[in-house]
């Protein structure tokens, strides 16, 4: 749950209301500032010294009427119980945050963990075919044995179908929005949103009085790329929204995963695109995505068990402590690393290398390590 005093949290929603400020101005004006309700009581002047803002810009932060839509918005998200998520908050998607375009807040209504260990997000056309649907069920039931967070945009097709799959299986499904949490959309999915937000949730970065432009839902494919490990494309077109999501999630350096289909077919050229032109990994099973992403190995395995503690006994003293760490843990991000081991960060790259090499850990996405 993000800690967010009413006041600061007013401030935090009119900072988002101010027009021409975008999440990374915004970030520079919380760090030059201190504080969302600093930024509006900063002097023109020093406004004017955090880059890129301006006269122009700080003028518009001073003037700016947004506190009675910022309140009107504070008592929305009270009524019906929605969490706001501030990016210094640690309950923010940590996957997200590492991207330079992540919203600096976002709206939350559900009960899932947005820094679960394992999230997969499952996307592509709307106007799915049977092979596509039944592709995403088979692989969300071979997920499900690995509690696997599954995210979509609760859009008609492979969304939808995803959404369904993941309920279906008992697995936690997060819909990420192109609009505020005042409505959904299409109504026809209204009640799948309602179990979706009892076992999973509904995230957007739009709050309630944001109006439904269509270039908010292709904004939103950042989201939904951002807080994943891996994006799964099955079936799109060459020009489809699922293939604009795939491109961010490579430039976020995530995991991208097509399933192939014939050539013949309209959305079947999008993955095969994908695949030809190297933007995403051919898969045509859950199995493959485990394999690729290195889940599929069993954590209670007793040979890999007696293997590690094989391995110990010839570690030197500062990869012991890694090994320590990471059996504690299970899966640890490289900063935490360096916090928790007191070691500057190009040691700890060597160190994490060789023992990569020697296959006693493993490198995932997010820069995050598990022992072998």
Same mark, same amino acid.
């Given at each position: 749950?993000?800690?967010?005093?009413?006041?600061?949290?007013?401030?935090?929603?009119?900072?988002?209301?101010?027009?021409?400020?975008?999440?990374?101005?915004? /970030?520079? =004006?919380?760090?030059?500032?201190?504080?969302?309700?600093?930024?509006?009581?900063?002097?023109?002047?020093? @406004?004017?010294?955090?880059?890129?803002?301006?006269?122009?810009?700080?003028?518009?932060?001073?003037?700016?009427?947004?506190?009675?839509?910022?309140?009107?918005?504070?008592? #929305?998200?009270?009524?019906?119980?929605?969490?706001?998520? #501030?990016?210094?908050?640690?309950?923010?998607?940590?996957?997200? !945050?590492?991207?330079?375009?992540?919203?600096? *807040?976002?709206?939350?209504?559900?009960?899932?963990?947005?820094?679960?260990?394992?999230?997969?997000?499952?996307?592509?056309?709307?106007?799915?075919?049977?092979?596509?649907?039944?592709?995403?069920?088979?692989?969300?039931?071979?997920?499900?044995?690995?509690?696997?967070?599954?995210?979509?945009?609760?859009?008609?097709?492979?969304?939808?179908?995803?959404?369904?799959?993941?309920?279906?299986? %008992?697995?936690?499904?997060?819909?990420?929005?192109?609009?505020?949490?005042? $409505?959904?959309?299409?109504?026809?999915?209204?009640?799948?949103?309602?179990?979706?937000?009892?076992?999973?949730?509904? =995230?957007?970065?739009?709050?309630? $009085? $944001? &109006?439904?432009?269509?270039?908010?839902?292709?904004?939103?494919?950042?989201?939904?790329?951002?807080?994943?490990?891996?994006?799964? +494309?099955?079936?799109?077109?060459?020009?489809?929204?699922?293939?604009? $999501?795939?491109?961010?999630?490579?430039?976020?350096?995530?995991?991208?995963?097509? @399933?192939?289909?014939?050539?013949?077919? /309209?959305?079947?050229?999008?993955?095969?695109?994908?695949? !030809?032109?190297?933007?995403?990994? @051919?898969?045509?099973?859950?199995?493959? *995505?485990? &394999?690729?992403?290195?889940?599929?190995?069993?954590?209670?395995?007793?040979?890999?068990?007696?293997?590690?503690?094989?391995? #110990?006994?010839?570690?030197?003293?500062?990869?012991?402590?890694?090994?320590?760490?990471?059996?504690?843990?299970?899966? +640890?991000?490289?900063?935490?690393?360096?916090? !928790?081991? %007191?070691?500057?960060?190009?040691?700890?790259?060597?160190?994490? *290398?060789?023992?990569?090499?020697?296959?006693?850990?493993?490198?995932?996405?997010?820069?995050?390590?598990? *022992?072998?």
């Amino acid at each position: 749950m993000a800690n967010n005093s009413s006041t600061e949290l007013l401030y935090r929603i009119a900072l988002t209301l101010v027009p021409n400020i975008g999440s990374s101005l915004a /970030k520079n =004006l919380i760090a030059y500032c201190g504080s969302a309700e600093a930024v509006f009581k900063t002097t023109k002047g020093r @406004l004017m010294k955090v880059p890129n803002i301006g006269e122009e810009r700080a003028e518009a932060i001073l003037k700016a009427d947004v506190m009675k839509e910022a309140e009107a918005e504070v008592k #929305f998200i009270s009524n019906y119980k929605i969490t706001p998520l #501030f990016f210094t908050d640690a309950a923010y998607p940590a996957r997200l !945050k590492e991207c330079s375009d992540a919203p600096i *807040l976002l709206y939350f209504r559900g009960n899932a963990d947005l820094n679960a260990q394992k999230t997969v997000a499952i996307v592509g056309t709307r106007r799915a075919t049977d092979y596509g649907k039944e592709a995403a069920k088979k692989m969300i039931e071979t997920l499900a044995a690995h509690h696997v967070l599954i995210v979509s945009g609760l859009a008609y097709g492979i969304d939808i179908a995803a959404h369904h799959a993941a309920l279906d299986n %008992n697995l936690q499904t997060i819909g990420v929005l192109g609009h505020g949490l005042n $409505t959904i959309y299409p109504k026809t999915h209204k009640a799948t949103a309602k179990k979706m937000i009892e076992n999973g949730g509904l =995230l957007t970065e739009y709050n309630s $009085t $944001t &109006k439904m432009y269509p270039h908010n839902f292709a904004d939103r494919n950042r989201i939904v790329a951002g807080i994943s490990d891996a994006v799964v +494309v099955i079936e799109s077109a060459e020009d489809g929204g699922a293939v604009l $999501t795939a491109n961010i999630a490579n430039s976020y350096n995530r995991d991208v995963f097509a @399933l192939p289909g014939k050539t013949s077919d /309209k959305f079947s050229k999008g993955c095969n695109a994908l695949i !030809k032109t190297n933007r995403a990994q @051919l898969i045509e099973t859950g199995e493959d *995505l485990l &394999k690729a992403m290195n889940w599929d190995i069993a954590a209670g395995n007793g040979a890999i068990k007696k293997k590690q503690r094989e391995l #110990f006994l010839e570690l030197n003293e500062d990869e012991r402590t890694i090994h320590k760490l990471l059996a504690e843990a299970g899966e +640890v991000e490289i900063e935490q690393l360096i916090e !928790k081991s %007191n070691m500057n960060s190009s040691v700890l790259a060597g160190i994490l *290398l060789e023992m990569e090499m020697n296959d006693i850990i493993t490198a995932l996405p997010g820069k995050r390590y598990k *022992l072998v």
